[in-house]
Nanobody, 115 residues
Framework: QVHLVESGGGLVQPGGSLRLSCAAS????????MGWYRQAPSKERELVAS???????TYADSVKGRFTISRDNMKKTVYLQMNSLKPEDTAVYYC?????????WGQGTQVTVSS
């Protein structure tokens, strides 16, 4: 079993920055992709960014150039650096670790972008 704990959310003004962290406990040797998703009120959960074991990254068009996903294998942690935040980035952000027959989610962390 893998347990994921997110941190780093909060309230930030438009144009500000936040860094989300997702730390895993348990073995992640079978995890292939780590990702961040978000879900705004009355909207479906959407992929924000992902990173593979090989280091390949994918970003939603809405965050390209503003968000950066990275991972620290030794710490079993994935990060999401969010810059130039906009009100439309407001959502609950969830981390996800995926592998063959494996799919783990964190509890979510609230990000609110407002003046």
């Amino acid at each position: 079993q893998v347990h994921l704990v997110e941190s780093g959310g909060g309230l930030v003004q438009p144009g500000g920055s936040l860094r989300l962290s997702c730390a895993a406990s348990g073995s992640i040797v079978r995890i292939v992709v780590m990702g961040w998703y978000r879900q705004a009120p009355s909207k479906e959960r959407e992929l924000v960014a992902s990173i593979t074991t090989g280091g390949s990254t994918t970003y939603a068009d809405s965050v390209k150039g503003r968000f950066t996903i990275s991972r620290d294998n030794m710490k079993k942690t994935v990060y999401l650096q969010m810059n130039s935040l906009k009100p439309e980035d407001t959502a609950v952000y969830y981390c996800n670790f995926w592998g063959i027959n494996l799919n783990y989610w964190g509890q979510g962390t609230q990000v609110t972008v407002s003046s």
